[in-house]
C-alpha cells in the first residue's frame, strides 16, 4: 500500500501560484496512476487531476483546465500539482491518492493540504 505524505499549499492572492507535493512509499507507488481531489466546509471531496503511472496521459477537472499541472517523477516518487492563476474557489484542502485501474481512489489519502486564495 503506498503511503503519502504532502507538503506545499499555503495563502495566496487571487492570480498568484502554489506548488503542491505528494511524495509517496512503498514499491506500488511508480506503477499507480496518482490524482488530486480536494474538499470545502460541507462539500463532498471532488476530483481535480490525475496522471497515468507513467505521466504521459493526464486528465483535469474543466475548471482547473489551462491553469493546473499534473506532473510527477518517480525517480523520486513524487507527484506534483502546479497551480497558476488561482481564484477564490480554488480554495479548498487538497489531497493526493493512488488510483485504481478504474481511476477511483485507492487506498491511503495524503493527510491533506490546505490552499487558500484570498481576492
Known amino acids: 500500500q503506498v503511503q503519502l505524505v504532502q507538503s506545499g499549499g499555503g495563502l495566496v492572492q487571487a492570480g498568484g501560484s502554489l506548488r503542491l507535493s505528494c511524495v509517496g512509499s512503498?514499491?506500488?507507488?511508480?506503477?499507480?496512476?496518482m490524482g488530486w481531489f480536494r474538499q470545502t466546509p460541507g462539500k463532498e471531496r471532488e476530483f481535480v487531476a490525475r496522471i497515468s503511472w507513467s505521466g504521459i496521459s493526464t486528465y483535469y477537472e474543466d475548471s482547473v483546465k489551462g491553469r493546473f499541472t499534473i506532473s510527477r517523477d518517480n525517480a523520486k516518487n513524487t507527484v506534483y500539482l502546479q497551480m497558476n492563476s488561482l481564484k477564490p474557489e480554488d480554495t479548498a484542502v487538497y489531497y493526493c491518492?493512488?488510483?485504481?485501474?478504474?481511476?477511483?481512489?485507492?487506498?491511503?489519502w495524503g493527510q491533506g493540504t490546505q490552499v487558500t486564495v484570498s481576492s
Open positions: 512503498g514499491r506500488t507507488f511508480r506503477s499507480a496512476p
Open positions: 491518492i493512488a488510483l485504481d485501474t478504474s481511476n477511483e481512489p485507492l487506498g491511503s
